[in-house]
C-alpha cells in the first residue's frame, strides 16, 4: 500500500497509537503532508497499544470473535512481516503457533473449547488446523513444560510481536520522514480543522474520539511485565482458566506479558489485586520458574470497542476518516484496518473492506 497513489497533499492524523503511527507513516510515504496530533507524549502512555501482549492469534480468538475478525487477523499474519522490513529499527515477531493448556480440573472446559476451535478452523480452511497433543509430543513442543501437563492443543502459524518496540520503531520512522510533522502533548479533534479539497483529517484517537463516535466505549484489560530468567517458552500459551483463558506471551530476554482480564469499564486506575493475584497464580500453575520472576510493571489500560466488538470506518463527510473499535484485537487487526482505509481513502470505497467485511459507514460533515 505505500506506493499508492492519493488525490490529496496532506492529511491530519489524529492518535499517535498503533493506527495513527501506521497510518501516518504509510500516508508520508505516499508523497502527502502529515501532520500527526497526540495529546500525550511519544511513549504512547495513553495509547491501548502500549498495554497488550500483541498476539497474532486468529484461530485462537475464533473461541470468542467472529469470523471476520478471524480473516482479518490471517490477513494480518501476512502483512506483518512486510510491514516491519520497511522498519529503521528491528521489531522483535515470530510465528510459532500458540500452545493451549489446561489442568485436569479444566478439562471439560478444554474439550469445549478444542471443539470449538476445530469447528471455527473447518469455517476458514486456509488456517492451519488444531493440532492435538499428547505429554510426550507436548514436551517435544515445549520442553520446558515438559511433565507439567498431560494435554495440549497447538496452533500452528500463529504469531506474536512486541508492541512496544514496534511503538518505537514507528516513532524513529516518523521523525526521519521529510514529510512527517509530529505534534506531541497536542489533542486536536475533527472539529478544530478545516481539511481543504486537497487535505483529509484521518481520525485514530480511540477512546479520545467518544465525544464525536459516542457509541465508543472502554473495555479495561489489566497485564503484567515479568521477567523470569528461570523461564523459557518457545511461544504464547494459553492457559484455560475457569473465568477467562490466561495468557503468557514470551518476548525477547525472558521477559513475558501475562494478561486475560477484559472488565466492561472505562476505568483507568491501577490493576486491581484480584486481578494481579489471578494473572500471577495462573501463571505460576504454568511453570513454578515463575515464583523467582521479577514483576517490571503491573498496567491497566482500556480498549476502545463498539456495541458490536467489531472495528469500523466511518466518514464524516469528503474530508474527515475516522478509524477505531479495534477492541482487545488491535495488534491481530490493525494491517487490515490500515490497507483499508488506505483503499477508502484513495477510492472511497475498500474490495479489501468488503472481502474482510470491515463496515465502512458515510455521514453528512457535522
Not at 469470523?67 to 494480518?76: D, I, K, P, Q, T
Not at 494435554?151 to 512486541?162: A, K, R
Not at 464525536?212 to 466505549?217: F, G, L, M, T, Y
Not at 495468557?247 to 530476554?253: C, E, G, L, S
Request: with cysteine.
Amino acid at each position: 500500500m505505500t506506493d499508492t497513489t492519493m488525490d490529496f497533499d496532506k492529511a491530519w492524523v489524529l492518535g499517535g497509537g498503533l493506527m495513527g503511527r501506521l497510518m501516518a507513516l504509510s500516508l508520508a510515504r505516499t508523497g502527502c503532508a502529515v501532520e500527526m496530533h497526540e495529546a500525550q507524549g511519544p511513549d504512547a502512555q495513553g495509547a491501548a497499544a502500549r498495554v497488550a501482549a500483541a498476539m497474532l492469534a486468529p484461530l485462537a480468538e475464533s473461541a470468542v470473535a467472529p469470523l471476520s475478525v478471524v480473516r482479518m487477523g490471517e490477513y494480518a499474519l501476512g502483512r506483518w512481516p512486510q510491514l516491519l522490513a520497511e522498519l529503521p529499527a528491528p521489531v522483535f515477531f515470530q510465528q510459532a503457533g500458540t500452545l493451549v493448556v489446561w489442568h485436569r480440573q479444566d478439562a471439560a472446559d478444554a474439550g469445549r473449547l478444542g471443539r470449538t476451535l476445530v469447528h471455527n478452523q473447518a469455517q476458514q480452511p486456509s488456517l492451519a488446523a488444531p493440532q492435538s497433543l499428547d505429554a510426550t509430543a507436548l514436551a517435544e513442543a515445549e520442553p520446558a513444560l515438559a511433565g507439567r501437563f498431560m494435554q495440549g492443543l497447538l496452533l500452528p502459524g500463529e504469531g506474536q510481536l512486541d508492541n512496544r518496540q514496534l511503538l518505537a520503531a514507528l516513532q524513529q520512522a516518523l521523525e526521519a520522514h521529510p514529510r512527517v510533522t509530529l505534534h506531541w502533548h497536542s489533542a486536536r479533534s475533527p472539529q478544530d480543522l478545516s481539511p481543504g479539497p486537497r487535505e483529509r483529517v484521518i481520525d485514530c484517537r480511540g477512546l479520545g474520539a467518544h465525544a464525536q463516535w459516542p457509541a465508543v466505549r472502554g473495555v479495561r484489560g489489566e497485564v503484567a511485565r515479568i521477567h523470569a530468567p528461570e523461564v523459557t517458552l518457545q511461544r504464547p500459551t494459553r492457559l484455560v482458566h475457569p473465568r477467562y483463558p490466561i495468557y503468557i506471551a514470551p518476548k525477547q530476554d525472558h521477559l513475558f506479558v501475562i494478561g486475560a482480564t477484559e472488565i466492561e469499564s472505562d476505568d483507568m486506575s491501577p490493576p486491581s489485586v484480584r486481578s494481579v493475584l489471578e494473572l500471577l497464580s495462573a501463571a505460576y500453575t504454568v511453570h513454578s520458574g515463575f515464583a523467582e520472576a521479577r514483576i517490571v510493571e503491573i498496567a491497566a489500560q482500556c480498549r476502545p470497542t463498539l456495541p458490536d466488538n467489531l472495528p469500523a470506518l466511518r466518514w464524516l463527510g469528503e474530508r474527515v476518516l475516522q478509524i477505531n473499535g479495534l477492541y482487545r484485537h488491535g495488534f491481530m487487526i490493525a494491517p487490515a484496518m490500515l490497507d483499508a482505509a488506505m483503499q477508502s481513502l484513495q477510492h472511497r470505497e475498500s474490495p479489501l473492506a468488503e472481502r474482510l467485511q470491515i463496515g465502512i459507514e458515510h455521514l453528512p460533515a457535522r
